[in-house]
């Protein structure tokens, strides 16, 4: 899988590609990215990016001509390019989308906007889908295109190697986390749950599934509403809510 990355920030980047999974992926060959200044697609000395928001107001805006130029140099070899850009007004990015991406099989290319925006042209004629994270203020686009890029290369097969299994994946799927320990059993008088020391792996699992679920019932009630809950979820659940009377 290719990514491309265009930014007035490359060194963002940089950093955070050159650790952990990311880092691994490239190694591994799974992934290369390419990340592309664009300040480099300028033609002026002092290579400006943005400029005055006609109609006036407040901040400035990223000039269309750079980004046309970057975007055109970059699809220039031919290869099918989905252009996906970041901005507050896309659609919200969420789990299933990462998986849709990290089965795609055209390259992407992230488009990251600093300032207060991008000239509309920009969208109209490049912008394939438009994505946000959510709903509060960042200051540009790349740490968006770093979230969305960690969450898919997450499911690119070979990523993340044995220590993680797709059958846990699946067993956690639209639930929150059940608590975790480590050694040691006891620390300062604070000991791990003894079903968890018992080598019971059935009794573990069933924990594990409980426990899931009352986190999820105490602190994400609306995702409950949208998994389907088996009959041993159902039994579960009523001792969780017997539990806590
Ligand atoms: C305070 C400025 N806002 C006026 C209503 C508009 C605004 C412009 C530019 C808000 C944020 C930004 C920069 N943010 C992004 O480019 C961005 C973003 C985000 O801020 N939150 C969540 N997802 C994304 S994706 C890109």
């Not at 699809?75 to 299933?96: N, S, W, Y």
């Not at 438009?130 to 709903?135: A, K, M, N, Q, R």
């Not at 686009?141 to 190697?161: C, H, K, Q, T, W």
């Amino acid at each position: 899988m290719q990514y491309e990355i265009i930014t007035i920030f490359p060194g963002i980047f940089e950093a955070y590609f050159s650790e952990g999974i990311i880092r691994k992926a490239i190694r591994q060959g799974l992934i290369t990215i390419r990340v592309h200044d664009l300040r480099d697609f300028t033609s002026d000395k002092h290579r400006t990016v943005d400029d005055y928001p006609y109609g006036g107001g407040p901040g400035m805006v990223m000039k269309p001509e750079p980004i046309f130029r970057a975007v055109k140099s970059i699809k220039a070899d031919g290869v099918d390019t989905c252009t996906i850009m970041l901005t507050p007004q896309g659609i919200r990015f969420h789990q299933e989308m990462a998986v849709n991406l990290s089965k795609e099989k055209r390259r992407l290319l992230f488009l990251c906007g600093r300032y207060e925006a991008i000239d509309d042209r920009v969208r109209n004629m490049l912008a394939d889908m438009e994505v946000s994270i959510g709903d509060y203020v960042l200051s540009g686009g790349e740490l968006p295109a770093l979230v969305i890029i960690d969450s898919i290369v997450r499911f690119l097969p070979g990523a993340l190697g044995d220590a993680h299994s797709v059958e846990e994946e699946s067993f956690s799927w639209g639930l929150l986390d059940y608590p975790h320990y480590t050694r040691p059993p006891e620390y300062e008088g604070l000991r791990v749950p003894d079903v968890l020391i018992s080598g019971n792996h059935k009794a573990i699992s069933r924990w594990r599934r409980k426990e899931a679920l009352r986190t999820t019932w105490q602190k994400r009630p609306d995702l409950l509403q949208r998994i389907s809950l088996s009959d041993e979820d159902k039994i579960l659940l009523s001792e969780i809510k017997e539990e806590t009377r």
